[in-house]
């Protein structure tokens, strides 16, 4: 279980992703750092307890919520609350979970899942790289070590954002030991 | 009872119908996305097949039977349907 909710794994076990080649082996799996759930976890834990304190809400304020809301809408309201809230948590939890940066021993892959019924795929062959840059920035990132690493191709998406990944210096030393191997191969067939 | 008592309860009751039905339809379309999300969780696990895939499915089926049982339990406690 620590590879699949890992956001840093290297030869990550039981991973396959579409059209993943035979003998192509996954050399890094990269998702944003966790801390970046830290929002939406606090914001659901707070939504889920905040049921139990309407009630001294309506009585601070003086209200009365059996004349705003008739009793029986009362217990269909209150499922509803918690269904949309469960949406919310998978959703979110998706949003991360489906947000990954793959490197292979062939080329990169990112899957970019951007909200609810949008998400992108992008691939391009490692010979195309032809420069990869870090940079962290923020108290967030130097604090947690996280950072945006930058990958310049020449295929068709010109750039490939790998944002708010753990340990970036990590990664960029992976990917350009990566290139270096294959560019070795290319002068020395 | 009077003219304006009258027109009091015919605007309750419509307003509460009113209510009634704007519920159950919000939880049909409610439905169609729950179905959407079961949809796209398929997809997504196509493309990045983990052992964790299985429960992400489950987890969104769960999200619409729980949706379904929800529309069932409003259509008999708000006396749409028995």
């Known amino acids: 279980m620590g590879t699949v909710f890992s956001a840093f794994s290297e030869y990550p076990l039981r991973l396959h992703f579409q059209d993943q080649m035979e003998g192509e082996k996954v050399v890094l799996l990269l998702r944003q750092h966790p801390v970046i759930n830290i929002p939406w976890i606090t914001s659901s834990l707070l939504l889920f307890i905040l049921p139990l304190f309407t009630n001294s809400l309506y009585n601070f304020l003086g ?5 705003i809301i008739p009793a029986f809408f009362l217990p269909s309201l209150l499922l509803i609350y918690y269904l949309i809230l469960l949406a919310f948590i998978f959703l979110s939890f998706l949003r991360w979970f489906f947000n990954v940066y793959i490197v292979t021993d062939h080329r990169i892959f990112d899957l970019d899942y951007h909200s609810f019924l949008f ?17 962290v920035n923020g108290g967030g990132g130097i604090i947690f070590n996280y950072g945006d690493v930058f990958i310049q191709t020449a295929a068709e998406k010109a750039e490939f954002d790998f944002l708010k990944v753990p340990n970036p210096a990590l990664v960029h030393d992976k990917i350009t030991d990566l290139l270096q191997n294959i560019r070795r191969k290319e002068v020395s067939p | 009872m009077t003219g304006g008592e009258v027109l009091g309860l015919f605007v309750e009751s419509t307003g509460l ?6 519920l159950i339809i919000f939880l049909g379309a409610y439905l169609v996305f729950s179905l959407m999300i079961v949809r796209q969780t398929v997809l997504l696990n196509r493309l990045l097949q983990t052992s964790l895939s299985w429960l992400l ?3 969104s089926w769960f999200h619409l039977l729980f949706a379904l049982g929800i529309l069932v339990f409003s259509l008999f406690s708000l006396k749409i349907v028995g």
């Open chain 2, 17 to 22: 119908l009113l209510a009634r039905v704007t």
């Open chain 1, 119 to 135: 998400f992108n795929v992008s691939e391009a062959p490692l010979e195309n790289i032809q420069d990869v840059s870090f940079h």
């Open chain 1, 63 to 67: 209200l009365d919520i059996g004349k």
């Open chain 2, 57 to 59: 499915d489950l987890l």
